[in-house]
């Protein structure tokens, strides 16, 4: 599921601060780090890890096929189309702040070129055993069944730590992203989750703001799989930017009691608090 | 960000987009000037960055001087809902034949610009969308594009128009289309223009939402959005680099993410009171720590905090050294119970404890609030 033996990685920005720090906790979850690009820094190595002026000679170089950004915002769509035009089929854009429009056209070349982009604002993708694209801090993950999608990045931690904690593992944890634009809608990752022969139960962490989770009723409805769904901001004040960019309840649209009534009815489980993902994983025979 | 509509409109007029004639006044009398200078009627519109405007009173029409001095005077002084204006726009006001609903907004789930169109504006378009959608034209708009002119008179043409009309509204749309695109907008909206009895079309409000991301790079003249915050402790977090959400409670949260921090406070407000939702992205340091120390204590009457971080991008331990520091320098002495869990937790934990904070190691923020409920209700020593 999206990060296997055979993913090569590549990090942009490697040689920043963030770019560095992450690189490195990456190598330590054994990630296959082969590349990092920063224009201007070609030569260089970061943790032994050679880095490149550009994407192009550093797929040809390296073979990578994935790769993570950790890039100035307003340098991320350049950096972007560099990276989808030399042939990257898998990218995470961590960076928040990226204006809008930015992403409309990230994503619009992103689906023209066949390419999986995840982000902006999202902490990425880890597969426990395997590796991680991004900052999630490795000692909440455990390998197991349950498949985690949240647009925050602080929630996938607590809820994957939660589900540890009560013995559940995880397939597969996916930042989704925050902004009012993702680069992958919530149903194609919950597709992706569907169609995963290694995931069996599948946990949806939304927050209130925008449609991504009202969009995605049809699809739950349809699964096979058990999904359990929690929102986030149940007492933000509408009209109010609740730190994402996206997160942002105007007038009835984006409320919590909106996106919890139209997940209940698409079949999901919806816990009140993320500690009752705890009792949930059990009940669904979702422990290791 | 949103524009208040008289900077809205300003922009739009650079855009070949009429407006009615107006000026903005800073007082009752300067109205009562603008009137004279208008002729009679004029419509007097408060500034305030409020949805639903009009239902809430913020506009008037008046036929004579001395009414426009008594009733801008009033609205100076009447809050809707919560905020003051400070500027009011005194137009002339025109006589209407048709109201036309007329937006460019990003589609976030289809994630590119969409215009929305409608020959009965003036209402809630939201509304009208669910009782009748066939009334709304939705037209995708291509994210490299933008739109040609004659997409805009065949849309002109569409809502029934022929002749000078078409040529005006096309007009509009397609200016509308480019504010939208060169200011890199999420929201431009005029709801309604005005078709008047001539065959003249007039943008009678204006919305422009621009997005504070973009802002530096347009180089075009915006104010800065900090100055949009009225609420003191609000633009306060704003300035450090922190999103800070006042709220009515007693009990402050520090948190590393959005979803963390809207989770901190669902949770809290379950059993208690919740003083502000506080969360710092990306860019914890000491220094910001202490300084969010700072900015959450400033809330009257806090009872406790809980601080809720968690160490992936962010180096938690050097927090860590800042809230202790604040706590020390201080001699802060409510009760703080903090969670902080991932990429050097153990280091955190110590920090923490020796600045006589209540560490709480499990990784439910339920178990902190619920810990930090224990010591506020006495079952447990502070």
Same mark, same amino acid.
Request: include cysteine.
């Given at each position: 599921?999206?990060?296997? $033996?055979?993913?090569?990685?590549?990090?942009?920005?490697?040689?920043?601060? !963030?770019?560095?720090?992450?690189?490195?906790? +990456?190598?330590?979850?054994?990630?296959?780090?082969?590349?990092?690009?920063?224009?201007?820094?070609?030569?260089? @190595?970061?943790?032994?890890?050679?880095?490149?002026?550009?994407?192009?000679?550093?797929?040809?170089?390296?073979?990578?096929?994935?790769?993570?950004? &950790?890039?100035?915002?307003?340098?991320?769509?350049?950096? &972007?189309?560099?990276?989808?035009?030399?042939?990257?089929?898998?990218?995470?854009?961590?960076?928040?702040?990226?204006?809008?429009?930015?992403?409309?056209?990230?994503? %619009?070349?992103?689906?023209?070129?066949?390419?999986?982009?995840?982000?902006?604002?999202?902490?990425?993708?880890?597969?426990?055993?395997?590796?991680?694209?991004?900052?999630?801090?490795?000692?909440?993950?455990?390998?197991?069944?349950?498949?985690?999608?949240?647009?925050?990045?602080?929630?996938?931690? @607590?809820?994957?730590?939660?589900?540890?904690?009560?013995?559940?593992?995880?397939?597969?944890?996916?930042?989704?992203?925050?902004?009012?634009?993702?680069?992958?809608?919530?149903?194609?990752?919950?597709?992706? &989750? @569907? @169609?995963?022969?290694?995931?069996? #139960?599948?946990?949806?962490?939304?927050?209130?703001? #925008?449609?991504? $989770?009202? +969009?995605?009723?049809?699809? !739950?409805?349809?699964?096979?799989?058990?999904?359990?769904?929690?929102?986030?901001?149940?007492?933000?004040?509408?009209?109010?930017?609740?730190?994402?960019?996206?997160?942002?309840?105007?007038?009835?649209?984006?409320?919590? %009691?909106?996106?919890?009534?139209? /997940?209940?009815?698409?079949?999901? $489980?919806? &816990? /009140?608090?993320?500690? $009752?993902?705890?009792?949930?994983?059990?009940?669904?025979? /979702?422990?290791? | 960000?949103?524009?208040?509509?008289?900077?809205?409109?300003?922009?739009?007029?650079?855009?070949?987009?009429?407006?009615?004639?107006?000026? =903005?006044?800073?007082?009752?009398?300067?109205?009562?000037?603008?009137?004279?200078?208008?002729?009679?009627?004029?419509?007097?519109?408060?500034?305030?960055?409020?949805?639903?405007?009009?239902?809430?009173?913020?506009?008037?029409?008046?036929?004579?001087?001395?009414?426009?001095?008594?009733?801008?005077?009033?609205?100076?002084?009447?809050?809707?809902?919560?905020?003051?204006?400070?500027?009011?726009?005194?137009?002339?006001?025109?006589?209407?034949?048709?109201?036309?609903?007329?937006?460019?907004?990003?589609?976030?789930?289809?994630?590119?610009?969409?215009?929305?169109?409608?020959?009965?504006?003036?209402?809630? =378009?939201?509304?009208?969308?669910?009782?009748?959608?066939?009334?709304?034209?939705?037209?995708?708009?291509?994210?490299?594009?933008?739109?040609?002119?004659?997409?805009?008179?065949?849309?002109?043409?569409?809502?029934?128009?022929?002749?000078?009309?078409?040529?005006?509204?096309?007009?509009?749309?397609?200016?509308?289309?480019?504010?939208?695109?060169?200011?890199?907008?999420?929201?431009?909206?005029?709801?309604?223009?005005?078709?008047?009895?001539?065959?003249?079309?007039?943008?009678?409000?204006?919305?422009?939402?621009?997005?504070?991301?973009?802002?530096?790079?347009?180089?075009?003249?915006?104010?800065?959005?900090?100055?949009?915050?009225?609420?003191?402790?609000?633009?306060?977090?704003?300035?450090?680099?922190?999103?800070?959400?006042?709220?009515?409670?007693?009990?402050?949260?520090?948190?590393?993410?959005?979803?963390?921090?809207?989770?901190?406070?669902?949770?809290?407000?379950?059993?208690?009171?919740?003083?502000?939702?506080?969360?710092?992205?990306?860019?914890?340091?000491?220094?910001?720590?202490?300084?969010?120390?700072?900015?959450?204590?400033?809330?009257?009457?806090?009872?406790?905090?809980?601080?809720?971080?968690?160490?992936?991008?962010?180096?938690?331990?050097?927090?860590?050294?800042? =809230?202790?520091?604040?706590?020390?320098?201080?001699?802060?002495?409510?009760?703080?119970?903090?969670?902080?869990?991932?990429?050097?937790?153990?280091?955190?934990?110590?920090?923490?404890?020796?600045?006589?904070?209540? =560490?709480?190691?499990?990784?439910?923020?339920?178990?902190?609030?619920?810990?930090?409920?224990?010591?506020?209700?006495?079952?447990?020593?502070?």
């Amino acid at each position: 599921m999206l990060i296997s $033996e055979d993913t090569r990685v590549l990090v942009q920005g490697i040689t920043g601060r !963030i770019g560095k720090v992450q690189t490195k906790y +990456m190598l330590e979850y054994h990630t296959k780090v082969v590349a990092g690009v920063t224009p201007g820094k070609g030569g260089e @190595e970061v943790f032994g890890v050679p880095v490149f002026d550009t994407v192009k000679e550093a797929v040809e170089k390296t073979g990578a096929n994935a790769s993570v950004f &950790f890039v100035p915002a307003m340098g991320v769509m350049d950096a &972007f189309l560099e990276t989808v035009s030399a042939g990257i089929k898998l990218i995470v854009v961590v960076p928040e702040h990226v204006p809008v429009h930015d992403v409309m056209k990230m994503r %619009e070349y992103a689906k023209k070129n066949n390419c999986l982009a995840i982000g902006p604002t999202t902490p990425g993708i880890l597969v426990p055993n395997k590796g991680k694209m991004g900052i999630m801090p490795a000692s909440l993950f455990r390998q197991g069944k349950v498949a985690i999608v949240s647009r925050s990045g602080t929630l996938s931690y @607590e809820f994957a730590g939660i589900l540890s904690d009560n013995g559940a593992g995880q397939s597969v944890v996916i930042g989704m992203g925050a902004d009012p634009v993702v680069l992958t809608n919530l149903v194609d990752i919950l597709q992706l &989750f @569907e @169609e995963d022969p290694r995931t069996e #139960g599948v946990i949806i962490v939304g927050e209130v703001g #925008g449609f991504q $989770e009202e +969009m995605a009723a049809d699809f !739950i409805r349809a699964m096979k799989k058990p999904v359990g769904a929690y929102i986030a901001g149940r007492l933000a004040p509408p009209g109010k930017r609740m730190g994402h960019a996206g997160a942002m309840i105007r007038g009835d649209a984006g409320s919590w %009691e909106r996106k919890v009534q139209v /997940l209940k009815e698409a079949g999901a $489980e919806i &816990f /009140l608090s993320p500690i $009752e993902a705890g009792d949930w994983v059990k009940r669904h025979g /979702l422990t290791n | 960000m949103r524009l208040h509509e008289f900077e809205a409109k300003r922009i739009f007029r650079e855009y070949e987009i009429p407006v009615p004639k107006g000026r =903005v006044v800073k007082g009752p009398k300067e109205a009562k000037e603008a009137s004279v200078e208008l002729g009679l009627p004029v419509v007097l519109k408060a500034q305030v960055l409020v949805g639903g405007r009009g239902l809430a009173g913020g506009i008037v029409v008046c036929n004579s001087q001395e009414e426009v001095e008594a009733k801008a005077k009033e609205l100076f002084s009447k809050e809707i809902k919560g905020l003051l204006p400070e500027e009011i726009l005194v137009e002339e006001k025109l006589p209407v034949k048709d109201e036309i609903y007329l937006g460019v907004t990003v589609d976030g789930y289809e994630g590119r610009p969409v215009l929305l169109l409608s020959k009965r504006g003036g209402v809630n =378009v939201e509304r009208l969308a669910k009782e009748d959608p066939t009334a709304i034209i939705s037209f995708p708009l291509p994210v490299f594009d933008g739109m040609y002119a004659f997409q805009a008179r065949n849309l002109a043409r569409d809502l029934g128009y022929g002749g000078a009309t078409l040529i005006n509204l096309a007009k509009v749309i397609h200016g509308l289309v480019r504010v939208f695109y060169d200011y890199q907008a999420l929201i431009a909206e005029i709801n309604p223009v005005a078709v008047l009895e001539d065959g003249s079309v007039s943008a009678l409000d204006a919305v422009l939402e621009l997005d504070n991301s973009a802002l530096k790079r347009l180089g075009k003249e915006v104010p800065s959005p900090t100055s949009r915050i009225k609420n003191p402790l609000e633009r306060k977090g704003r300035e450090i680099g922190v999103t800070y959400v006042d709220l009515e409670g007693d009990v402050g949260i520090i948190s590393s993410g959005a979803g963390l921090g809207m989770t901190s406070m669902d949770i809290i407000g379950s059993k208690l009171r919740p003083a502000n939702f506080l969360e710092t992205g990306g860019g914890i340091t000491e220094d910001l720590l202490y300084k969010c120390m700072d900015l959450v204590t400033q809330k009257p009457n806090l009872r406790a905090i809980l601080i809720n971080v968690y160490g992936g991008i962010n180096p938690i331990h050097e927090g860590a050294k800042g =809230v202790v520091r604040f706590i020390k320098e201080r001699g802060l002495n409510i009760p703080i119970v903090a969670k902080a869990l991932g990429n050097r937790q153990a280091e955190t934990w110590e920090i923490l404890k020796e600045g006589g904070i209540h =560490v709480v190691t499990e990784t439910a923020t339920e178990k902190a609030v619920e810990r930090l409920y224990q010591i506020l209700t006495g079952k447990e020593e502070r």
